[in-house]
């Protein structure tokens, strides 16, 4: 990639899982009453039930420094119970005061460390939730992160015959040394062993977790670690950026020397490298950051424009609702985010007075949720159609005035009211969505609010 590209275009900006992004979230605290509301004008306006649940299960048993996530770290598994016990509360909070009764059609079990917990105690959860002892495959995805130190056969198994066919396994690199930096020490044949079991089980869509840029990583780290993870052969890869911003998770990302990190076109280089290896053994790049075989649901997603991105990442369940259940969760009604408390000790309690435990979140304007669609088709497809009847049309010439240095660049093409990305312009998509955002332009800096997007 042109060097001088990178130098221009790696700057801070947002990583765009929402719009408006957190830190121009308004309401902070967040009204109840209004969160509901939206939650049942989204049910009116869509006429379905269809939710997406993501399950955030924090505990873990050591740091890893690389690590921008919610978490707790404790070796203590008798949390695990009361935690528990307090998302079944959660979930039967909205079952009682929603005016319809959610149907999950997705559900992701995210941390943290979700195998931190013992198997029983995921089933307990999951047979709490559904009302059911098992779920049908077809009728709803169920997915995992999976720590592959903890990982057993019987989490496997009992996952397995709930119903979850899909897990994704945390690698981030198999280098020793870029391991011991990030204090995340599996060797491959952990990592295999795990993959093999799910694999034979029956799992049918099993991802690998990798980062680039990480601290001590070099091209030969990522080539190594890209060359074992081939010799899995996963239906899909997830290569995500190290997004280093200890200014907000402090000093858990202290855990190595700033000098230790790749510069930005060294970064870059791992991240092509990745690619082009990646792209060899016949893998379509999907959205941001993430690849698939040809034949997976999120490759064919992709190319028939039915791809969908929220706070879990990529799916294929195209549901306008989304509730996120445990401590600091974030839940999506299209038309509003809700928080929940971002500690273990003020989530249980709150849940357990029998009160939600949302504490911030952001109710969105006309405009935001005009510019809320846009970012998703750039971030899904590459490209979008401003609408001709917007009232909103002033901002759009606007929007098409800050890409203009984009499209000198190749990076971007505006035909009439269409906006598309080009495959040149494909690793800045992040900046051509902030000419998209409003919030943005009312900042002077945003060098202590988000990663760099290269």
């Known amino acids: 990639m042109n060097s001088a590209l990178i130098r221009k275009y790696d700057v801070p900006g947002p990583r765009y899982t929402s719009y408006p992004t957190v830190p121009f979230w308004k309401n902070d605290p967040m009204p109840l009453d209004k969160w509901m509301e939206s939650l049942h004008t989204n049910y009116n306006k869509f006429n379905s039930s269809d939710v997406s649940v993501y399950v955030h299960l924090p505990f873990c048993e050591s740091l890893c420094t690389f690590c921008g996530c919610h978490k707790r770290i404790t070796k203590n598994h008798q949390v695990e119970s009361p935690y528990i016990d307090a998302v079944i509360k959660e979930w039967n909070l909205y079952k009682e005061n929603l005016d319809f009764d959610p149907r999950i059609r997705e559900l992701h079990f995210g941390g943290g460390t979700p195998t931190f917990f013992a198997p029983d105690e995921l089933i307990r959860l999951l047979e709490n939730l559904f009302n059911t002892l098992s779920v049908d495959p077809e009728e709803c995805e169920l997915s995992f992160e999976a720590h592959p130190n903890n990982t057993t056969e019987d989490h496997l198994k009992k996952l397995y015959d709930f119903g979850f066919r899909r897990l994704s396994l945390g690698v981030q690199d198999y280098n020793p040394e870029v391991q011991k930096a990030i ?103 999907i959205g941001m950051d993430h690849f698939a075989l040809p034949e997976d649901s999120l490759s064919i997603a992709f190319d028939q424009k039915n791809l969908h991105r929220n706070f879990m990442g990529y799916t294929t369940m195209n549901t306008s609702m989304m509730i996120g259940l445990g401590m600091s969760a974030i839940s999506d009604s299209w038309f509003a985010f809700a928080q929940n408390d971002k500690s273990v000790e003020g989530y249980i309690e709150k849940v357990n007075k029998g009160e939600f435990p949302v504490y911030r979140g952001h109710l969105l304007t006309d405009q935001e949720l005009e510019t809320r669609k846009y970012i998703l088709d750039l971030m899904c497809h590459f490209e979008t159609t401003l609408e001709s009847d917007s009232s909103y049309r002033n901002e759009h010439f606007q929007i098409a005035e800050r890409l203009k240095e984009m499209v000198t660049d190749g990076l971007v093409i505006i035909e009439n009211d269409h906006v598309k990305v080009t495959e040149k312009g494909v690793p800045f998509v992040r900046n051509c969505c902030m000419a998209f955002d409003q919030h943005l332009q009312k900042v002077n800096s945003t060098e202590k609010m988000f990663s760099r997007t290269i």
């Open 183 to 285: 204090h995340r020490i599996q060797p491959f044949e952990t990592v295999e062993k795990v993959h093999n079991m799910a694999r034979q089980m029956g799992y049918s869509s099993i991802s690998h977790d990798l980062v680039f840029g990480l601290p001590k990583q070099s091209l030969d780290n990522i080539i190594e670690t890209v060359s074992k993870t081939l010799l899995l052969k996963p239906d899909r890869i997830s290569l995500y950026s190290y997004a280093h911003v200890p200014w907000i998770k402090g000093n858990g990302q202290r855990g190595f020397d700033e000098n230790d990190l790749p510069k930005s076109e060294v970064k870059r280089e791992l991240y092509e490298t990745a690619k082009k290896m990646l792209e060899s053994a016949g893998y379509l790049e």
